[in-house]
């Protein structure tokens, strides 16, 4: 991306301020990117006077029947729960009424490698332009320990979220769900363990500083032009990795042996030259602090400018419009680049257990995009599904199980239509699930950054999506809810976990066979991590952070829309995507903050 976007808004959201198909691959498949022969085809003023919230029953005016909430038997026919239509349709969806309500009214110096790859120019442009429109709804992954030392082995506790898309430790089977890891603390309220001012940036100006991961023994987090790591309790600072330039993207994956990688630019930005392009890709060893190698890539005499990076199977893979590397984790070795193409190339990579490319293949006006399976050692494809053509854009949610995200039938690269379950081994789709924005919280970039999903994860087979936020009780009270549905069948499994009146919930990773969650509060309390039962869909309080105004402040800015956060063990770790200079004169604006449980 040519220059940062504009950070996110200063002010919370309303409500939360005071009353004011294909056979598997045999012998001899194509190396990654090899064509295959062609495949048959804040409150409000007054309430408005509108329906009541969605997911729950209708508000009486005249004596009537009210409609049972959502999710729950002796509801009219929901759309969400019937088959699938066949693959590809045209996108009916935000042009239905909510669900179970009338229609509504409007309201008024390291070694170099190389690699192939390319897309014309038309292509660059419109990519590159639609980056700065999307790039504030993309949400840094959520990264947890786990003991090892295996530098091959991924171990990812991502959110769609945390938020951001992930969840892939998520075991297979819809009823087998096996215990997580996080106990509830013999004390749940919060204290602030500590808090870091943001850093300090020219005038006007706004700069990403995105990735924050968490070991035993770290909290990492990414600064201007530096990687710090603090003591996870303490907040004092245990090391600084220095760069040369910003950090543009970070791997939302870790190894067990706690490294991962990021890309930066190899120079800081001026007022002459904004941006120097995101060309640096490097290891770093989050738990010592030490920066294992720098590489960059060409094509032909031009250096590549990566758009997107990941981690899977001890394979750091980083492509963009102009073209993609992998190298080796641990030692930067160039493992293999995707074939050189002028009617291809890969827009990206999903990493953790799978390494999955999104291949962009087509004219302008008339792309395919391929989600290909590939080994993260040599390219080699493993299984491919071709999306109906037309569809420009897609994310990935989880490499494995392997669901993707897509907009079908729109030209608007952040939101969700459909998610598209697909067998990793045969290629073929399993079923389509229609996830469309006038119901659901779900959204991916879905431009360049392939793995920035918010509002949906993936686990025990099941895809796990937040509601949209509508009307709960109270005069001013707004909430929504987590619904679950079968990546077998497409069909919700009638599990609901409601975020409470006054509250909204956004799933951040799974946990075992267990939902980690985010509630964000209302205006008079502090916000709560939940446990969600993979089961029996029983929720239990994990954190609650402290009610006072000064707090309250700093954590209804790092919503889970524009924020990076993680929970481990009883601690909470919200960070800014964003170091900018623009805002109110004089008013303090923070990096991140942490939060621990008393007991």
Known sequence: MTQPPPPPPNQPPGGFGPPQGQPPQQPGQPQHGQQQPPQPPTPPAGPPQQQPGYGYPQAPQQPQQPTPPYGYPGQQPNPYTQQPQPYPTPNPYGQQPGYGYPQQQPYATQPVTTAGGGANGGRIAVIVAAVVVVIALVVGGVFLFKPGDDGGKDETASSSGGTGGGGDDGRGGGGDTPDGTEKVPAETNSDVLFKVPSPKVDEDTSVVVAGSWLTEKAYVKSGVSEIVGYDPAKGT????????????????????GHLTAIAFQPAKPTKDK???????????????GKKLWTKTAKTGSRELR?????VSGGTVAAGGTSGGAAFDLRTGRSLWTPKADDDCYDLGYGGGPKLVVVRKCGSYDQPQLHIQTVD???GKVISEYKMAEG??????????PLVVAAEVGESDAIGISDAFSIDNKTGKLRIRIPLPADKFAARCSGVTTIEACTGVVVGNDRLYAATKEHSGGGEYGRTNEIVAFDLATGKQTGQRADAGDRYTITPLRMDGGNVIAYKRPPYDKGGQIVSIDGGDFKETKLLENPAARPVRDIETRMSPDYAEILYSQGRLYMSSRFASSL?????QRWHLIAFGANG
């Not at 904004?274 to 010592?288: K, M």
């Not at 805002?583 to 008013?587: A, K």
Request: proline share 9%; hydrophobic share 30%.
């Open 391 to 400: 569809v420009e854009y897609a994310s990935v949610i989880s490499t494995d």
């Open 376 to 378: 993260p050692k040599s």
């Open 306 to 310: 990566f758009d997107n990076l990941t």
């Open 237 to 256: 600072e245990l090391w600084t990795i220095p760069l040369p330039g910003p950090v543009c993207q970070a791997s939302r994956h870790i190894t067990d």
């Open 583 to 587: 805002g109110s004169s004089g008013e």
């Open 274 to 288: 904004p941006s120097h392009g995101c060309s640096q890709v490097a290891a770093i060893d989050l738990d010592t």
